[in-house]
């Protein structure tokens, strides 16, 4: 009774963004301990650390994608359902599984509760959170078993039915939560570069999970007014949706027009990677690319075979990420889309930055820029780092690296084998960070207290 007093009490004294932080962070040590055990490898798997377990832990609860030994070489069936549950609980979080359990068994939530719960759904208030949590499983659950019934109808004749359900599971699990994990091969997924089935079941389903719950929550509602009102002219649909899921869908789909355009320009000559395929195959292949820099980790085509700009593009759609409150990471497409409207704003001799004919607010903006000088002070300090601990890696391979582990994409260069150990911590660190690091500075800026404070004005030049 006293020692869960104490615990209690402990608790209560932590911040909502530490309590977020210790959720990944036991998840994290029950799953490295689960898969090192024997129980978890294959009777003749590589040789590996208990580092090395860690390491792939961390990439699968941040929802990553990198490994020092790929799953199908180390992990037995027991490993590969435990790596399940480690993404699925990776990409929807502990907080929200621990919320849904109590509502399941109709036990009430506290405050706390509610703050912590509010915050790991990056929701603005706590309005139905649980109708909200709620419709995050059910879409969750309904993409990953629609997407695993399709991709069973290629992987059934191919691995056979035991296998074929088992690894058709595993892949839309890992593809939603945009893991970036595979359980069949060594070289992701090259072997299905061509493949109409895989590429684009699976690019839906990272941008489904990228997109963020409450655009769809948005989208559903008004699919359901349409139904109802059946109004004349379709773009009434479009306009009926809130200004977040405009900004969120309009960068989305640039995003994802320029990444492939761009990648099939700069890489169609290239006979290493898609210069010997059809036109058609070529803009699926480039499509597919552009869909995994959204932080999913899949690669159907090699990296280090690529030319430098066509990675430099790669780079920063990794670093843009996906969309708040979803399974993708980077700084998020709002967070660069309000830095472009803010630059936009200042070029154009606007005294606010506006979208859609609304200004957004001066609070948004400070948080927007907070988030952008975490996310890149910490990005260049682990750099320089690894650069110093790791003299015998080339930098370009390195810094993609550095970018694919702290936005939480998975895709790499061919050198996550090769790190030292203190390269590998670097790169945890970098993972965790890239999961955590962003939401828990944002909801310390929106849980904070104002403080007005007026003094005389100064001008300072820039530039």
């Known amino acids: 009774m006293f020692g869960e007093t104490m615990k209690t009490s402990v608790l209560r004294t932590l911040s909502v963004t530490q309590r977020l932080t210790i959720s990944f962070a036991v998840v994290i040590l029950v799953g490295s301990i689960l898969l090192a055990l024997p129980i978890s490898h294959y009777p003749h798997a ?5 580092i090395d377990h860690l390491f792939t832990t961390v990439s699968m609860v941040c929802v990553t994608g990198l490994s020092v030994i790929p799953v199908a070489d180390l992990y037995n069936g027991f490993g590969q359902v435990v790596a399940m549950f480690l993404m699925q609980i990776g990409g929807l979080g502990l907080v929200t599984l621990i919320a849904i359990s109590t509502f399941a068994l109709r036990r009430k939530m506290d405050l706390a509760g509610h703050n912590l719960l509010q915050s790991a759904l990056s929701r603005r208030d706590s309005k139905n959170l649980k109708g909200y949590l709620y419709f995050a ?160 980790g899949f690669a159907t085509i090699s990296y280090t075979d690529a030319l430098s700009p066509t990675n430099l593009v790669y780079m920063i759609q990794m670093l843009i990420g996906g969309a708040p409150g979803g399974t993708a990471g980077g700084v998020k497409v709002t967070t660069a889309a309000i830095a472009f409207l803010l630059f936009k704003a200042e070029v154009s001799g606007q005294s606010e930055v506006t979208f859609e004919h609304r200004i957004i607010k001066s609070k948004t903006i400070k948080q927007t820029m907070t988030v952008l000088i975490f996310y890149f002070s910490f990005l260049i300090l682990g750099y320089l780092i690894l650069l110093t601990v790791e003299p015998g890696l080339e930098p370009i391979p390195l810094l993609f690296e550095s970018i694919s582990a702290i936005a939480t994409v998975g895709v790499s260069m061919e050198v996550t084998p090769f790190l030292s150990i203190i390269g590998k911590i670097i790169i945890m660190i970098f993972m965790f960070v890239g999961r955590v690091g962003p939401i828990t500075v944002l909801i310390s800026l929106m849980q904070r207290k104002e403080k007005t404070v007026h003094y005389a004005s100064t001008d300072i030049l820039v530039g």
């Open 46 to 50: 590589p040789a590996a650390s208990y």
């Open 137 to 296: 499983y059910r879409m969750t659950f309904i993409f990953e078993f629609l997407a695993f019934l399709i991709i069973a109808t290629d992987f059934i004749p191919r691995f056979g039915w035991k296998h074929g359900l088992f690894n058709a599971l595993f892949l839309a699990i890992s593809a939603f939560c945009n893991a970036g994990f595979d359980n069949f091969s060594t070289n992701s997924l090259t072997a299905f570069v061509l493949n109409p089935t895989i590429n684009f079941t699976l690019a839906f389903l990272i941008i489904a999970g990228g997109l963020g719950f409450a655009v769809w929550i948005d989208l559903l509602s008004n699919v359901q007014r349409y139904a109802i009102e059946k109004p004349r002219f379709t773009g009434r649909f479009y306009r009926k949706l809130s200004n977040e899921s405009h900004l969120v869908i309009q960068t989305t789909l640039f995003l994802l027009a320029a990444g492939t355009l761009l990648t099939w320009f700069l890489e169609h000559n290239n006979v290493k990677t898609i210069g010997h395929f059809t036109l058609p195959q070529q803009l699926m292949v480039s499509f597919f690319q552009s869909v995994t820099m959204r932080t999913a």
